[in-house]
């Protein structure tokens, strides 16, 4: 398997594939607006691209955005795409007949190689996306309510986690949570 990171030019001439692959597999799971903020993601907000193999491959672009495709035997098995370190999307879709194997913590280990750091949100009945957070050495941070009921966990990469003994959810509702990172780390 080999992990790509999308270059401006390559994202554009592939954003199209990109996001039906995404509305194909990712079995209505990600939110509308990760989605959304994916297809009218600016190419010049990308970091610099090509095989992913070391830390430093951020070039001059800002660090926090990148689109990263899985590619096995030339086909397209997985994405992962962030923005603003997960602050507007982070969202992974792997291809059905390619789960289980690895690919979506692969492509989470790349996004926070390459954006440097991340935050992602998870519904906490997503067992297997939450697995693949811990997988890739994120940690739950944070948990919250949607207005419509839905449980929310928030994962973050060792960076922001290790940075913070505490963070503060605002919910749909106003409601305002703090949860502290020893009492998340007994219950994850």
């Known amino acids: 398997m080999k992990l790509i990171s999308l270059s401006a030019n390559q994202f554009v001439l592939r954003r199209s594939r990109l996001m039906s692959f995404i509305r194909r597999y ?9 989605v ?3 297809a009218e993601l600016s190419p010049a907000a ?9 830390a430093g491959s951020r070039g001059s672009a800002p660090p926090g955005t990148a689109v990263i ?5 030339g086909r397209w098995i997985g994405i992962a ?5 997960g602050q507007r999307a982070c969202v992974v879709v792997v291809h059905p007949q390619a789960r ?7 492509l989470m280990s790349a996004l926070v190689e390459q954006c440097g ?8 009945d997503n067992n297997a996306s939450a697995a693949m957070c811990r997988h890739a050495g994120m940690q739950p941070i944070a ?3 949607k207005e419509n009921g839905q449980e929310i966990i928030r994962f973050a990469s060792p960076l922001i986690a290790a940075g913070s003994t505490a963070a503060t959810v605002h919910t749909a509702a106003g409601e305002v949570r703090a949860w502290r990172k020893q009492s998340l780390h007994s219950a994850y």
């Open 81 to 85: 795409a962030a923005i603003d370190g």
């Open 69 to 73: 495709v899985a590619l096995q035997e």
């Open 46 to 54: 990308l970091t610099v691209p090509g095989p992913l193999s070391g």
């Open 100 to 106: 289980s194997e690895g690919v979506g913590r692969m």
């Open 36 to 38: 959304a903020a994916l």
């Open 117 to 124: 750091s991340l935050i992602c949100q998870v519904a906490a």
């Open 143 to 145: 948990s919250f309510s």
């Open 26 to 34: 990712g079995d209505g799971r990600l939110t509308p607006q990760g």
